[in-house]
Structure formats: structure tokens, C-alpha cells
């Protein structure tokens, strides 16, 4: 690895009290000195830091070189970890940024107010595409050969992805029985990676795969990783791209395990300090009521970063009495149905640095508000959705003024949880009721329904002539 990284790059304990550090070619999940988690962290004057935002502007010209492509890459001086030509690529982050009347509306917002971070559009379907791009590379500086992931879908076709397309490592995948969508299950399968699962949740999954990876020395890509929070970091710097460098007033990302929360707040606290932002926008983080961790321990039990040392006596009770009562997350919005996120303490930070809120919102807003999406946006799956329902509830609080600039973030695209979508739109009340009506979904005040007609041309024209 080449010297220049060594010097500019360097691993560190989150906790201000701890701060220990360790080099960047070292793999940790956890500070081996207390257990906290780690950030990548820069000494940026030994770095070649661009002095305006608009200076990658000149990458766009640029296009036949991948890493100028490559939406994480293109924005390398801001995530300077590995030596340039290790940078591992597959063409991610070619994402948009979308001003949606239709959503505005639904929201409560001013025409022009509401921007669609889509991130859909990445190879695997997901945002995980910008970490794992990060995470993949790192896993190659280190002589990775195998990488790990537990995954509820999105993160698991991300990795498998990265390994048939590069074929520097082979991937293995933990998931929970009867807890992985579909179409995020062929993923995995179609490229090639080995595919454990097991009796249990994406918690158990989570826990497991620490502790598979830790035994077998296979490097392990969740969002634990603090490489694969770096190449999350560039969502944001898109964004700003997309708004022609002016800073939006929120940014709304649904809460799961809590990686992007943490990487967008390590994005604006590094932007900020290197001045190439004048300030830093509010960051709201929407829990499925199902899968409430953040919101109960923010919102309720007045959790807070603290300077390093959030309370964990809340926290701990927390988990006794959700084990206690036997409480599991539950919510159609697969991709956040988690109960411990593992990146709690760096939210914590990313709330106190953006002056973040955190709210919760039920399936039935979830669902209502993909609806929207998809009639009046790029679709999405029901996970990125809550962002649309939890701006629509903090317009309606009064937080958000409705002539503030928001971004919602989609995090994946509309076809992971097709059955969600199909049970809402249908008009076959029994598949409604086995799978919404067992989350608490009684309506579906969007639903676009199918037209059933008779095999007969007149018939088809006749409901054609009559539907639109
Ligand atoms: N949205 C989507 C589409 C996701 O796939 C995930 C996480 C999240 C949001 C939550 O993001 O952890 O940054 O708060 N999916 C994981 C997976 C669990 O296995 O793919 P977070």
C-alpha cells in the first residue's frame, strides 16, 4: 500500500474519551481497546482537498474513466482511504435526484420543495451499492478473499453483486428464514454466493455473522464497517450535486440499522469543518412504528451522543425489557425491521450535529406514501417510503415549514417487496388481508386497480374507452 495512505487515513474510536487509533490497512468491526465503533478519519491537511464543491464539476467531463463514472469516486479527495488504483468500481451511484410535485402535495410541501434521492438506480437496486463499493475495496487492500454480510435482501445482492462482477472475492451471506425478499434472494443466488440461512431474524443473522467472520477471518462488509459508511457518505455529496451545491433544509432517510444516518452526519460535520459548506442541514430519521429502537430511545427516553458517552443504562434496559416482553420488530417495511441497530451510538452523533429529529410511522402511512411515490415519483420499495410518510407527519407537526427544501432519500427500488405492492393495489380482499391486513393495514386510499374483463374485443374496448 502506498505510503501517502498510511499518513492520510487512519481508523479511530468514536469515543472522544477512548480515541485510539489504528491504521487504515488494519480490520476491525469494533475499537479492540473498548469496544466502541470506529470511524475512518483523515489528517485532511496532508490531503488534497478541493478548495469549492464545484471543483468536481470537472470530473463530469470525464466519463470514460470509471472512477470519474462512479458516483462514490468521483468524489475520492472527500473519502481518500486507499490507494486510488485499488478503488473498486462496478459503476455505482449513477443516481438522481428528483423534483416530485406529485409527492410535494402529499407531503404538504410548496411546489419545487420536495427533491427524490433515488438510489434505486444502482446496479443491486439499493443505496448499498456507495458502501460497498468503500467496504470492497478496503476488504481488497487488506487481502481479503472471502466477505460476509447478514442482510434482509439489500446488502446481500449488493455483495454478491460486487463479487461476480469482480470476482475478487467469493461472498456468503447470512439470512433469517422466511426474513429476505424474493427478488433480493435471486439476486444472491444468480451471482453466485453462498447463501446461509438461518432459523431466526436479521438480528440473529447480524449476530451471527460477527461472530462467523471474526472465527474464519472472513472480512465483514455491514454497515458496522466504517469503510462502508465512507462510500455512503457520497450520497449526500450528490445530492448537493443535484441542488447545484446549495444545502437543502432537511434530509429525510428511513432508520434500520442506522449506517446512513451516521454517514450522512459524518458527511456534513467533514463538509462543514473544511468549509465547503456554510451550514448544515437538519437530518430527520423515520423508525417503522414496528421497528421503533431509535425513536422510543431518542424521542422517549431522551437519548442522547452526550459528548461521546449517550447513556447506556437507557439503553441496556431497553433491549432487558424487549427481551422480557418478548418484543420483535415487525413492519412490511423489510429492510428496517430491526431491533438493535448497530450503528446507534454514530446516529446519536449524526442527531446532535444536525439538529436531527427522529419520528416514527405506521405500515398504513408507509404504504400510502409508496403509493405516492410510485404514481408521482420513481417508485420505491415500502422501507424507503417511510422518508415520504415521516415528512408528510413532520409537515403536519409543523416542524418542517412547508416552504423548507426537503430531500427524502429512497434508499431502494420499487421492485424488492413486489407482494406489498400488488396486495395493495389488488382488488382480491383475501390477498389484501393475508398480507397487509396482519400488519394493521385496513385501507388502501391509493390503490390503483386492476380492470377484469372478459376475453372479448368489445368488452376490452369498452373498459378501455371507460378507464381512460
Ligand atoms: N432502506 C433500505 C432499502 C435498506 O435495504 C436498508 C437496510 C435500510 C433502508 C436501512 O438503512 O441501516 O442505513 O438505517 N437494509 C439492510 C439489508 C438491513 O440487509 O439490506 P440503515
Same mark, same amino acid.
Request: charged residues 20%; proline residues 4%.
Given at each position: ?11 479511530? *474510536? ?23 465503533l470506529l470511524d475512518v478519519a483523515y489528517a485532511w ?41 485499488? *478503488? ?88 433469517g428464514s422466511g426474513k429476505i425478499a424474493y427478488g ?25 455473522v460477527q461472530e462467523v467472520s471474526q472465527r474464519l ?98 439503553? *441496556? ?62 417508485? *420505491? ?88
Amino acid at each position: 500500500m502506498a505510503i501517502a495512505q498510511r499518513e492520510i487515513a487512519f481508523q479511530k *474510536c468514536i469515543s472522544p474519551q477512548c480515541a485510539s487509533t489504528y491504521g487504515v490497512e488494519e480490520v476491525h468491526v469494533a475499537c479492540p481497546r473498548c469496544g466502541n465503533l470506529l470511524d475512518v478519519a483523515y489528517a485532511w491537511e496532508k490531503a488534497r482537498v478541493p478548495r469549492s464543491l464545484r471543483e468536481f464539476e470537472a470530473k463530469w467531463a470525464d466519463r470514460a474513466n470509471p472512477y470519474c463514472f462512479s458516483g462514490v469516486w468521483r468524489f475520492y479527495e472527500l473519502l481518500p482511504f486507499a490507494p486510488p488504483e485499488l *478503488c473498486v468500481t462496478v459503476g455505482e451511484g449513477q443516481t438522481l435526484l428528483h423534483a416530485s410535485e406529485g409527492v410535494a402535495r402529499y407531503v404538504g410541501l410548496r411546489p419545487g420543495r420536495l427533491f427524490l434521492q433515488y438510489e434505486g438506480m444502482n446496479p443491486s437496486g439499493s443505496f448499498k451499492d456507495n458502501g460497498m463499493s468503500a467496504a470492497f475495496t478496503h476488504a481488497r487492500m487488506t487481502g481479503a478473499t472471502r466477505a460476509a454480510c447478514a442482510s434482509t435482501g439489500n446488502t446481500s445482492a449488493s455483495l454478491a453483486l460486487y463479487c461476480s462482477a469482480t470476482r475478487l472475492m467469493k461472498a456468503v451471506i447470512f439470512v433469517g428464514s422466511g426474513k429476505i425478499a424474493y427478488g433480493k434472494l435471486s439476486q444472491a443466488l444468480d451471482y453466485g454466493a453462498l447463501t446461509v440461512q438461518i432459523a431466526g431474524d436479521f438480528d440473529d443473522a447480524m449476530a451471527r455473522v460477527q461472530e462467523v467472520s471474526q472465527r474464519l477471518g472472513i472480512y465483514l462488509v455491514n454497515s458496522l464497517n466504517p469503510f462502508r459508511l465512507e462510500g455512503q457518505k457520497t450520497i449526500m455529496y450528490r445530492v448537493l450535486e443535484g441542488l447545484r451545491w446549495e444545502v437543502p433544509d432537511w434530509i429525510v432517510v428511513p432508520g434500520g440499522n442506522l449506517g446512513n444516518s451516521s454517514a450522512f452526519g459524518k458527511a456534513f460535520i467533514e463538509l462543514s469543518q473544511l468549509g465547503l459548506i456554510p451550514r448544515i442541514p437538519r437530518l430527520a430519521v423515520i423508525n417503522a412504528a414496528g421497528a421503533n429502537t431509535l425513536y422510543r430511545l431518542v424521542e422517549q427516553e431522551g437519548l442522547r451522543w452526550n459528548g461521546g458517552a449517550p447513556r447506556q443504562d437507557l439503553v *441496556c434496559s431497553f433491549y432487558a425489557q424487549m427481551d422480557a416482553q418478548r418484543r420483535r420488530a415487525h413492519t412490511i417495511a423489510s429492510a428496517i425491521e430491526i431491533n438493535r441497530p448497530v450503528n446507534l451510538p454514530k446516529c446519536l452523533r449524526a442527531l446532535e450535529a444536525c439538529q436531527g429529529v427522529v419520528r416514527e410511522v405506521s405500515d398504513q402511512e408507509i404504504l400510502d406514501a409508496k403509493a405516492q411515490v410510485g404514481a408521482g415519483g420513481l417508485g *420505491c420499495e415500502p422501507a424507503s417510503a417511510a422518508s415520504v410518510a415521516g415528512t408528510k407527519l413532520l409537515v403536519s407537526e409543523g416542524v418542517i415549514g412547508p416552504d423548507q427544501r426537503v430531500v427524502c432519500v429512497l434508499t431502494g427500488h420499487q421492485l424488492k417487496d413486489p407482494d406489498a405492492t400488488v396486495a395493495y393495489h389488488t382488488t382480491d380482499q383475501e390477498l389484501f388481508n393475508k398480507v397487509l391486513g396482519s400488519r394493521g393495514v385496513r385501507r388502501a386510499a391509493f390503490a390503483n386497480r386492476a380492470v377484469a374483463v372478459a376475453n372479448d374485443l368489445d368488452e376490452i374496448i369498452k373498459a378501455i374507452q371507460l378507464y381512460s
